[in-house]
Protein backbone atom coordinates (compact mmCIF):
# COMPACT_ATOMS: atom_id res chain seq x y z
CA UNK A 1 0.00 0.00 0.00
CA UNK A 2 1.51 3.21 -0.95
CA UNK A 3 0.95 6.64 0.66
CA UNK A 4 0.59 9.63 -1.00
CA UNK A 5 3.29 12.45 -0.37
CA UNK A 6 2.17 15.21 1.88
CA UNK A 7 2.02 18.87 0.28
CA UNK A 8 4.38 20.87 1.16
CA UNK A 9 2.23 23.78 2.77
CA UNK A 10 1.30 20.82 5.21
CA UNK A 11 4.58 20.30 5.72
CA UNK A 12 5.52 23.91 6.31
CA UNK A 13 2.42 24.57 8.45
CA UNK A 14 3.76 21.47 10.67
CA UNK A 15 7.26 22.67 11.06
CA UNK A 16 5.41 26.12 11.97
CA UNK A 17 3.16 24.69 14.29
CA UNK A 18 5.45 22.27 15.93
CA UNK A 19 8.08 25.72 16.82
CA UNK A 20 4.92 27.13 18.37
CA UNK A 21 4.55 24.38 20.81
CA UNK A 22 8.27 24.55 20.91
CA UNK A 23 8.03 28.05 22.40
CA UNK A 24 4.87 27.71 23.96
CA UNK A 25 7.41 24.71 26.19
CA UNK A 26 10.01 26.77 26.70
CA UNK A 27 8.16 30.30 27.81
CA UNK A 28 6.99 27.54 30.69
CA UNK A 29 10.18 26.45 31.29
CA UNK A 30 9.24 22.10 30.76
CA UNK A 31 11.45 20.20 29.11
CA UNK A 32 10.91 17.99 26.51
CA UNK A 33 10.88 14.64 29.25
CA UNK A 34 8.52 17.40 31.82
CA UNK A 35 6.14 17.40 29.00
CA UNK A 36 5.91 14.09 27.36
CA UNK A 37 5.43 13.14 31.54
CA UNK A 38 2.66 15.41 31.43
CA UNK A 39 0.84 14.69 28.08
CA UNK A 40 1.38 10.94 28.83
CA UNK A 41 3.67 10.11 25.88
CA UNK A 42 6.97 9.32 25.09
CA UNK A 43 10.59 12.53 25.08
CA UNK A 44 11.01 10.74 21.03
CA UNK A 45 6.98 11.94 20.21
CA UNK A 46 7.03 15.03 21.85
CA UNK A 47 10.33 15.87 19.88
CA UNK A 48 8.89 14.53 16.75
CA UNK A 49 6.02 16.89 17.25
CA UNK A 50 8.00 19.79 18.11
CA UNK A 51 9.94 19.03 14.39
CA UNK A 52 6.86 18.78 12.56
CA UNK A 53 6.50 15.20 11.99
CA UNK A 54 2.80 14.62 10.38
CA UNK A 55 2.80 11.20 11.45
CA UNK A 56 2.12 12.03 14.72
CA UNK A 57 -1.32 11.51 15.99
CA UNK A 58 -4.28 13.99 16.60
CA UNK A 59 -4.64 12.49 20.31
CA UNK A 60 -1.10 13.48 20.72
CA UNK A 61 -1.42 16.70 19.71
CA UNK A 62 -4.10 17.32 21.79
CA UNK A 63 -2.72 15.97 24.69
CA UNK A 64 0.31 18.18 24.57
CA UNK A 65 -1.75 20.71 23.84
CA UNK A 66 -3.53 20.43 26.96
CA UNK A 67 -0.12 19.40 29.14
CA UNK A 68 0.73 22.80 28.14
CA UNK A 69 -2.44 25.00 28.93
CA UNK A 70 -3.73 25.70 25.29
CA UNK A 71 -5.94 23.34 24.10
CA UNK A 72 -8.87 25.46 24.31
CA UNK A 73 -7.20 28.32 22.71
CA UNK A 74 -6.60 25.20 19.57
CA UNK A 75 -10.26 24.06 20.19
CA UNK A 76 -11.47 27.92 19.53
CA UNK A 77 -9.28 28.50 16.44
CA UNK A 78 -10.93 25.93 14.91
CA UNK A 79 -14.31 26.59 15.65
CA UNK A 80 -16.25 27.40 12.45
CA UNK A 81 -18.68 29.73 14.45
CA UNK A 82 -16.19 31.76 15.82
CA UNK A 83 -15.36 33.34 12.22
CA UNK A 84 -17.91 35.54 10.33
CA UNK A 85 -17.58 33.45 7.45
CA UNK A 86 -18.41 30.20 9.65
CA UNK A 87 -21.52 31.78 11.03
CA UNK A 88 -22.51 33.68 7.65
CA UNK A 89 -22.66 30.17 6.05
CA UNK A 90 -24.19 28.35 8.83
CA UNK A 91 -27.05 31.31 8.90
CA UNK A 92 -27.19 29.70 5.22
CA UNK A 93 -26.95 26.19 4.99
CA UNK A 94 -28.14 24.70 8.16
CA UNK A 95 -31.54 24.23 9.08
CA UNK A 96 -33.38 26.08 11.59
CA UNK A 97 -34.11 24.99 14.87
CA UNK A 98 -37.89 23.60 15.52
CA UNK A 99 -39.41 24.80 18.28
CA UNK A 100 -42.27 22.82 20.40
Known sequence: MST????????RSAQILGDQLRTWRKLQSLTIEQLAARAGVNRETVSRL??????????????????LGI?????TALDPFETDFGRARADQTLPKRVRS
Do not use: K, S, Y
Open 4 to 11: RPVPARTL
Open 50 to 67: EHGDVAVGMGTLLNVARA
Open 71 to 75: LDNLV
